[in-house]
């Protein structure tokens, strides 16, 4: 929601279709940009708690077909849990980009809960929280 309602604003601005949940036939995307019939931009939100792997080789490509676009989004949050899931699917988008398929734009949001500045006693603990994370494997 807090994604929508920064979108959605910035859309308004720049006359740009922004369509949350559309399910053109593969199931319900995040969210589906367009400014007219052929320019458009699926974007896809996963935590990487989740099944992020299958979401990127699968669910993404399945809405791109359904909406007849090659661009998208693959919006992965790290609220932590990561493991070696983003190394898995930079493995394939290196494999799909040899061979000459469209792929998806990977953006990763570092979303993992870190204490406020005022509370940390020294550098060491900052640089310790970015690396610090209780991941898991898939």
């Given at each position: 929601?807090?994604?929508?309602?920064?979108?959605?604003?910035?859309?308004?601005?720049?006359?740009?279709?922004?369509?949350?949940?559309?399910?053109?036939?593969?199931?319900?995307?995040?969210?589906?940009?367009?400014?007219?019939?052929?320019?458009?931009?699926?974007?896809?939100?996963?935590l990487s708690k989740g099944k992020v792997v299958q979401g990127y080789k699968?669910?993404?490509?399945?809405?791109?077909?359904?909406?007849?676009?090659?661009?998208?989004?693959?919006?992965?949050?790290?609220?932590?849990?990561?493991?070696?899931?983003?190394?898995?699917?930079?493995?394939?988008?290196?494999?799909?980009?040899?061979?000459?398929?469209?792929?998806?734009?990977?953006?990763?949001?570092?979303?993992?809960?870190?204490?406020?500045?005022?509370?940390?006693?020294?550098?060491?603990?900052?640089?310790?929280?970015?690396?610090?994370?209780?991941?898991?494997?898939?």
């Amino acid at each position: 929601m807090i994604f929508f309602a920064v979108a959605d604003t910035f859309c308004k601005a720049n006359n740009i279709d922004i369509a949350p949940e559309t399910n053109p036939g593969g199931g319900p995307v995040d969210f589906r940009f367009s400014k007219g019939y052929t320019n458009r931009v699926l974007v896809e939100i996963k935590l990487s708690k989740g099944k992020v792997v299958q979401g990127y080789k699968t669910q993404i490509g399945i809405y791109q077909g359904a909406s007849n676009t090659d661009s998208a989004i693959f919006l992965l949050i790290n609220v932590g849990k990561m493991g070696q899931k983003l190394v898995e699917i930079q493995k394939h988008r290196d494999t799909q980009i040899e061979a000459g398929l469209a792929i998806p734009e990977i953006i990763v949001v570092d979303g993992r809960r870190k204490r406020s500045a005022s509370v940390r006693e020294t550098l060491f603990e900052v640089i310790e929280d970015d690396f610090n994370d209780d991941d898991d494997e898939e």
